[in-house]
């Protein structure tokens, strides 16, 4: 009675593995800012809200596999604001990016199947590719270079005739990277060369600092055969909780082969597609004070890592984390574990995730770590705080 | 730019492919009584939909991977119920049965590992071990004997060296079976024997007709550390569109094994979760007047059949299905269509799944389908005789 071997393999989340220790540090009555995760403290939209309020009907039902449609003609309005042109039939509603990413995952590729993702990436994909049983292939990004993509000869090494992908995740998780047009334009090319889909995850879409413009995958007219975009609304309207996201393809074989997987699962939760579509109306009036707010969270993270000796780290340019090479330490778990089971200042600590977790390649990232500024401007400052007192601490503590 | 094998392997849904001919009906002004998806009119506990109405958190935030621990507490009580004595944990909440079966297939199997399932089974076990690379070993019962489970030796003939578990659905979709104590401690004999799990697909514990009881996986303690339980809410409180469930095993290994699956994806929706907790508190006051309504629903439906010449099936003992044959067609699934596509009486029809999708073994069902009797009384008399008068147009017109 032996566990399957990708159970035995699949990793241990590192934003969320520490959640031990991190209970036993409040069962001691210390506070803990959580860094670690991307769990923003903004205020859902009270449109959602309103809905579970005033949710009416007598028998919750099921939906349909591919989603609410009332839900996914609101959507064919949000995208078409980012220049997203696409019908109701490119959607299939999920639950979760998560299970956007999967069933992607699970449409292309086989067992030994091979997707190159740029690395440092957002951990849970090497779940999702165990869960799946393809292969990722990173392709090594640098804090130092802002993790720009490399030369298209560098990333052809890496494309064999079991490579049935690239995927992107753009404004990038745990990077901060945001892809120019002409990025993606020669992704596209190699894509088309050597007949491979582009999978976008692009849930970061409205997270982009610094005047810069995000380019969505879908707007790339001569691949849109073989793009495919993830997509949640976890981050977008701070709505973690609800479990929803989309993929989306004009591919119309995928997309008819993964409407049997999303028939199998029945569908994604019903209320919580209702406050979804409800929350498509917000626009900018909606959309720039979160930014405004976000960039201010950035620069103050940004300024006071700085401050902090043996610490590197680049301005990012999307999303809501930063990549933080710690110079003067060799293991960042062991220092994130340290700050929760014995350091604490007036009973407070701070919790991030280790790095290394986020890279495919061995031995990667394993002093590096990431953090999600997703706590109000008085709170991370506090923990920047924190963070500097225990890194010097631990630092002293390891070279003794 | 090839799919997947598995994308272009795994089924449609026999319950939900054909819903395009639905839609056209309907386009066309027919009502359809709706017997081919489980999805009750029962009303959603007050309770329950009480907590969408009175939610009060400013951020609909993350949970717990394994789910919030208020829930799994209240979980614990409700087993205790059944004399099913667990931990909060022994438990992971899931987003529904649907995810709670994925994770159980993809901890045990790898690619080409094999289940054996009693067929007719659940279609969408398919869909799910397409997912997982696992391969189901149909184990045929048959309606003539009512569904009951063949002599150890018939199962150790398909038990060999890729077999990891035998999964059961007790009460059975579509079958109606209701397993006996006997009958489980004899596959807890053979699972011990060949050192494989049990997995119990038990969504329909409460759903027991005519003073029967059920016996849950978990009540035998000899298997305490090979038993996997698979539940969901979504029948026992008709909240289908809730979307959660749960895994449950005294197994450690493979809880935190799987655990490291439910980290990937993050968590099961939050607010379903507060809701489906608040359900844990309903009693005896709000199942035996459901049980009753089935029950007559059972009566009525197979009363109903019993009057429809060229017809064969059994009366249920649990869940809310029924498998009729048709003995005078060949192609129910043709028939399913033509029901919807060219059938209709003072504009109404019904659907109902094709039973092929229902079975492993190839060939096997092609002129049965399964009927969920989830409607009310007037409904289900007026679904009946549709089904009477379409299927004697259609045998006179097939034999014409």
Request: charged share 25%; with cysteine.
């Amino acid at each position: 009675m032996k566990l399957s071997k990708r159970a035995v393999e699949v990793q241990a989340s590192p934003i969320r593995k520490l959640m031990p220790f991190a209970d036993e540090a409040k069962a001691k009555g210390v506070k803990i800012y959580h860094l670690n995760i991307g769990q923003p403290d903004i205020e859902t939209p009270q449109v959602m809200i309103d809905v579970y309020r005033n949710y009416q009907d007598k028998v919750l039902a099921y939906g349909p596999s591919q989603g609410l449609l009332e839900y996914r003609q609101n959507l064919v309005d949000y995208y078409s604001r980012y220049d997203i042109h696409i019908s109701t039939d490119d959607i299939i509603v999920t639950t979760a990016g998560s299970e956007a990413i999967i069933f992607a995952m699970m449409a292309i590729c086989d067992a030994g199947d091979e997707i190159i993702i740029p690395e440092p990436f957002y951990t849970n994909y090497n779940g999702f590719a165990k869960m799946a049983g393809a292969k990722i292939t990173p392709l090594t990004t640098h804090a130092e270079q802002e993790f720009a993509l490399p030369p298209n000869e560098e990333i052809e090494k890496l494309i064999n005739v079991n490579t049935k992908a690239i995927m992107l995740c753009n404004p990038g998780n745990p990077t901060g990277a945001v892809y120019s047009k002409q990025d993606l334009e020669r992704i596209a090319q190699l894509a088309i060369k050597h007949d491979i889909f582009v999978i976008a995850d692009e849930v970061y879409r409205e997270f982009v600092y610094d005047g810069l413009s995000h380019t969505s995958i879908l707007t790339l007219e001569n691949i849109a055969d073989r793009a495919v975009l993830v997509d949640s609304i976890s981050k977008r309207y701070s709505a973690c909780g609800a479990r929803i996201g989309c993929m989306i393809s004009k591919n119309e074989e995928l997309m008819a082969a993964t409407l049997k997987f999303a028939q199998a699962r029945l569908c994604p939760p019903t209320i919580e597609q209702l406050a979804a579509s409800a929350a498509t109306k917000l626009q900018a009036e909606y959309f720039q004070p979160t930014l405004a707010e976000y960039k201010k969270r950035r620069d103050i993270v940004f300024s006071e890592l700085q401050k902090i000796p043996g610490i590197v780290c680049h301005k990012p340019k999307g999303a809501f984390y930063v990549i933080a090479k710690l110079t003067a330490i060799e293991d960042a778990e062991d220092f994130a574990k340290w700050m929760l089971a014995e350091f604490s200042e007036n009973k407070e600590t701070v919790m991030f995730s280790p790095a290394e977790g986020f890279y495919a390649t061995p031995g990667m990232g394993k002093n590096e770590i990431r953090i999600a500024y997703v706590l109000n401007e008085d709170d991370l400052v506090a923990a920047m705080k924190l963070l500097r007192k225990g890194l010097k601490k631990y630092s002293a503590m390891i070279s003794y």
